[in-house]
């Protein structure tokens, strides 16, 4: 399938706050409870719209636990946007996500959009953290900020997609140089910015469309 | 695609570029800009033949053809075919310039070719197949202007080449790989040698691979290095008479291995296991993942494995990504050195009327025939090398995998190990006791036990739950594995829990079906993989690092590869060492897996072989493609689930033997699965979290 753009994302948090989860219900459209841990890197990919471009995500989801940092760490060179998840039951994956911040601003490029996320809200009597602790530090650390689920499919799309429709605007605004790919971002054909590139394929949302 | 094609369609018009494309070093690179080959020494290229008007049919109309120069060069003593096709001179204006490069042969030197077929008519126009070792076959080459006869002797008088026993029209070439008659009747073609004109047929160095097995290792050592080093080394002086001797002793020593090869098929269990012409006719499926291929992969020659040769002299549509060639031949190593693989050890012949249980009595009974009266493993040597060329029944793994592991000495008797399980059973208990007493109160103040805990409360419910002995929810299993690995975070404080851990204690509980044996087992084995989990990471990189010195050794053009595009640190294979592959097959066949590189049979590192066994497979597409860190990352995690284990194995077999003594200095002291060197503390540990 075609794309005008191709985004590298990475999902970085602790283990357990649901990144593969969020992974599979945005390409997959379903909640797996019981699935493998992840070790080292997964992918996933999938078809969006954005500004009537088809914009193609490709998705790498990687282990969280602290002995892996450095191997994450080179997962991060060419992603044009990250998800940090945090667990809104657990206070210590909120607790652990300056540490998340600082390596990614250590090892992704400086235009690297950035999507918190407070994962699990359907389970809103387990809370350990608000809402606007969430918001008050996406809001010092310049991230844009929701909490989704996994489980419900609540935000997750959104998220997502927001993550995207930001990155388009520094596109536009020509924050990149988009030729660059250590940007993490790919020109599709017929991509190159400008008024509607109307081609073939279906541009519209959804469908797992894995590769 | 686009791109191969137009880079073929540049430089394939250049006379010169074919020859300059297998310069001397067989560490050179792929031309992706052209550049590096087209300014490399051409003077070396000498042309041995050449004919006008050679054309293929792209279709079945015979007006639609494609014309152009058919020619033998040679190089260090290397003979090559291209042919490269006139310019502009297409006689159907619905073939285009794509077309043309399409069918480009750009070099192809005879190491690679296994057969050519020869078709003359009475009436119509004669024509050649050449089939490549790798069962590749270009399509036919027609001579508008006959001579095909003059054009086989030609090749004749530079390479090998024997008529086939089967077949008066092909005619075999350099016949390493074929069953032992044809290299016995091969034998019979000294007249073919080249003796008159006193050049060497083929590099002696070339990784022709057919040296006598029991070489000393430090030879097999030394002929590497020169390898990775020079590549094709260069004969400037030719003695013929030393050339033919050699060229003689290669294939009775060829021939010895063979026959041993032969004798000890027809001496084990008739069980349909491959038989070395079954795995030359039938070879097995390797199938790589289907969306992966692209035009150009399925073209080249390195998919062999998902394609029948049927299949693929049909397609009429081969063309070449120029990768640097393999130092080594690896398609013809395996055969070489790589043993066919044997029925699981216990393996009865399957059938229906008997019961589970008597195939376990029976499989049993067959390792307690490896036993004296007392319970000794008689010769752990021999049964290392049975599991190694064939795994275990899996009713016998439960005996057997406590002494490959290394919680049973081989030497013990069956009093001994009553014994030894008794006492460890206690300890066990004594050991989950201590978490176990852990009070409500005292956890508040223990932070370290409480994350331990939970991180090993969340994995093992993501651990092989689609399997069926871990399925379903408050399964004892899932319990079983979770104490066991909380146990084992006290039993081992220092290095705690890490996430992979349970994915070699899944395959582990399974086959025990006991949980403090299962402990044990696993604390023996985690004796010499605990640096995999180590927080520093020092085992994950001392592998990654050992692996790299593999590659650099046995494919170094590959390891160049992965030297300029960044790939070095080698963090692709990461999930492969960390878990020995436990992601890329099927739970059988990783248990499979395990206990043949358990044995430390050949090496103990042997995973790491397998890791250059699957990427030397995969060379061509990864050069080919130009994948950078990123693709690659994804190419060699979606080979999961495509990875054919029996050949894989064998591979890494041959790899392991031919690296020899070279290999094994190329892996650091200590490096895992090494028993740590001891100096009291085993895992330092920063102070912090976990
Ligand atoms: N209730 C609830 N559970 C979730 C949600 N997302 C993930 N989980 C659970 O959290 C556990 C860890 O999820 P996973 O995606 O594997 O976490 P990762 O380690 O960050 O990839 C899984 O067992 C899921 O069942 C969510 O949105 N709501
Ligand atoms: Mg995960």
Redesign the pocket.
Known sequence: MSYAYLFKYI?I?????????????FTDKR????????IGVEFGARMITIDNKPIKLQIW????QESFRSITRSYYRGAAGALL?Y?I?RRETFNHLASWLEDARQHANANMTIMLIG?????AHRRAVSTEEGEQFAKEHGLIFME?????A?NVEEAFIKTAATIYKKIQDGVFDVSNESYGIKVGYGGIPGPSGGRDGSTSQGGGCCG | MSMEATELQDLSDDADYAASQQQGSASMMRSDSGKRSLQSEHEDAVLIYLKDNVAIHPTQFASERISGRLKLTKQDSVLFLSWIPYKGQTSNAKLSEKDRSLYTITAVPFTEVRSIRRHTPALGWQYVIVVLSSGLAFPPLYFYNGGVREFLAMVKQHVFLARSSEDQNVFIVNDFQSPLQRTLSSLELPSSLPVASGQSVYPLDGGSSSENQRRTSSDVGNRVSSVSQSGFRKQKSHDPTRDLSIHLLEKFSLVTKFARDTTTQLFSENNGFGSIDKRWNNQPVHSYPEKLSNIAEEKHHEIRHSYSENDLLKDDEISYIDVPADPLEFDKLSLMWGKPRQPPMGHKERRNDISPSIKCRISTEYFTALLDSEGRVVESKALRERVFYGGIEHQLRREVWPFLLGYYAYDSTYAEREYLRSVKRMEYATLKQQWQSISPEQAKRFTKYRERKGLID?DV??TDRAFEYYEGDDNLHVNSMRDILLTYSFYNFDLGYCQGMSDYLSPILFVMEDESESFWCFVALMERLGPNFNRDQNGMHTQLFALSKLVELLDSPLHNYFKENDCLNYFFCFRWILIQFKREFEYEKTMQLWEVMWTHYLSEHFHLYVCVAVLKRCRSKIMGEQMDFDTLLKFINELSGHIDLDSTVRDAEALCIEAGENGAASIPPGTPPSLPLDDGTLYPQEDDVL
Do not use: E, M, Y
Not at chain 1, 13 to 25: I, M, R
Not at chain 1, 31 to 38: E, I, K
Not at chain 1, 148 to 152: F, G, I, M, V
């Open positions: 999902i948090g602790d283990t357990g706050v649901g990144k593969s989860c969020l992974l599979l219900q909640f797996q409870p019981v699935h493998d841990l992840t989801d990687t282990a969280g998840v667990d039951t994962n699990k809200c359907d389970l989704a689920s996994a489980k419900t609540q | 969340k419910v993501r």
